[in-house]
């Protein structure tokens, strides 16, 4: 399974784009990239999920380098209640092949 | 919307006691977990089904159980509870479908073994 990297914290200020990179250097062919967000006391909230290139929804943008060997999470205009954890994963969701969820990055929003 | 709906927000037992954690969910989902997150550890698959009356080990199996006897609902069982499984549990379910299917996760169950 893909080991990921990411910062342990950062910091930002309100209306800030937040960009939190994730290093995943053995990366599988088959693996896809997902982003989860965390407030304390909730579970894991699913945000953006890519293979390759670019992916946007309405909360976030993923972009992937063409060697796959990391990603970014871009989180436009950052608000207070963006303050949570964001984990990266990295693999396939079927059953025998699970992920790991690593110890994540604890974004703070500051006014 | 998925909803997955764990049955407490907060448990408390005492050591010893057989502990019971109720998941369902109601997108008939094929695969549910079972996870424990500490501080400091990030989250642990404890149990994963993938079908009815399936079940597979994850990380961290010992000292629990689980049961999974209706599609829409999986239980993780604490045999004989002990302090050190104090945690926060979270139960998740996903679709097998093409592509890869995320996994939406209940707000989780805070249990304390005293």
């Known amino acids: 399974l893909a080991k990921t990297t990411q910062p342990i914290s950062m910091d930002s200020y309100e209306g800030q784009e937040v960009n939190i990179t994730c290093s995943h250097n053995?990366?599988?062919?088959?693996?896809?990239i997902t982003w989860y967000q965390q407030f304390p006391s909730q579970g894991p909230r699913f945000i953006i999920q890519?293979?390759?290139t670019k992916v946007t929804n309405e909360v976030a943008s993923l972009f992937i380098p063409a060697d796959r060997k990391s990603s970014t999470l871009s989180l436009p205009r950052v608000s207070l209640s963006d303050t949570a954890v964001y984990y990266c994963?990295?693999?396939?969701?079927?059953?025998?092949?699970?992920?790991?969820f690593g110890g994540g990055t604890r974004l703070m929003v500051k006014p | 919307d998925v909803k997955v709906t764990q049955s407490s927000r907060y448990l408390v037992k005492r050591t010893g006691e057989k502990v019971f954690l109720e998941c369902v969910q109601d997108?008939?989902?094929?695969?549910m977990f079972w996870y424990r997150q500490d501080p400091g550890l990030g989250l642990r698959l404890i149990y994963f089904?993938?079908?009815?009356?399936?079940?597979e080990k994850g990380d961290i199996p010992e000292g629990y159980s689980v049961s999974r006897e209706k599609k829409e609902r999986f239980s993780l069982i604490l045999e004989s509870a002990s302090t050190n499984q104090t945690s926060m549990y979270l139960c998740?379910?996903?679709?097998?479908?093409?592509?890869?299917?995320?996994?939406?996760f209940g707000d989780g169950t805070r249990l304390s073994i005293l």
């Open positions: 089904s993938y079908d009815v009356k399936m079940k």
């Open positions: 998740a379910s996903s679709s097998t479908g093409p592509g890869n299917q995320p996994q939406h």
């Open positions: 890519g293979y390759k």
């Open positions: 997108m008939d989902h094929e695969n």
């Open positions: 053995n990366i599988a062919t088959n693996d896809y």
């Open positions: 994963l990295v693999g396939v969701y079927n059953a025998g092949n699970m992920l790991t």
